[in-house]
């Protein structure tokens, strides 16, 4: 399944993401990111993920106990801020080629978002993309090795890896 930019997304916007990323990336990012961390509107209420951590908003885990709350908009900043401070700048520390790929970049910093920058740095995906352009399709590919949680397949886990590995795919450079 190919990516498609949503129809109502508005290049303009992207807060303090597009000011790390650019404003076409987070364009890309900030909705992506938010059907897949919450699977619709963002979570309000405190919940456990499948393995246990307390989650908020759009999979937002830092800070997050039982009985926090949040205003959609609060979702919305969070997201901007913990994206613009704790991940783009990593991913990009890690990953420099990906600057000014926008559909590599957004999928990589969706799976950092998920797995962490730390296990990112370290990934078959960073190093496939480390390793040039004429690579990447290969770096694409290694988005599908991430799909497991304790242990065991997840079936949302392997749907997002599926979308994040056709968002890398999309215009890759030649």
């Not at 897949?36 to 830092?62: F, H, M, N, Q």
């Not at 797995?115 to 352009?133: E, H, L, M, N, Q």
Request: charged share 20%; proline share 5%.
């Amino acid at each position: 399944m190919a990516y498609q930019q949503p129809k109502n997304s508005n290049l303009k916007k992207g807060g303090a993401i597009a000011g790390v990323i650019g404003v076409a990336a987070a364009a890309i990012l900030t909705p992506f990111l938010g059907n897949w961390e919450s699977g619709g509107p963002p979570k309000l209420v405190a919940y456990r993920d499948i393995v246990g951590v307390w989650t908020l908003c759009d999979g937002e885990t830092k800070g997050v106990h039982a009985g926090m709350t949040e205003t959609p908009q609060g979702c919305r900043l969070r997201l901007d801020k913990r994206v613009a401070q704790d991940f783009a700048p990593k991913v990009l520390a890690c990953t420099p080629l990906l600057r000014g790929h926008d559909y590599q970049l957004a999928a990589a910093i969706s799976l950092s978002y998920n797995i962490g920058t730390g296990a990112y740095c370290k990934s078959t995906v960073d190093r496939r993309f480390d390793s040039g352009p004429r690579n990447w399709a290969s770096a694409c590919d290694a988005f599908l090795l991430w799909n497991k949680a304790g242990g065991k397949v997840v079936r949302g886990l392997d749907n997002r890896r599926r979308a994040e590995r056709s968002l890398c795919l999309t215009e890759l450079p030649k």
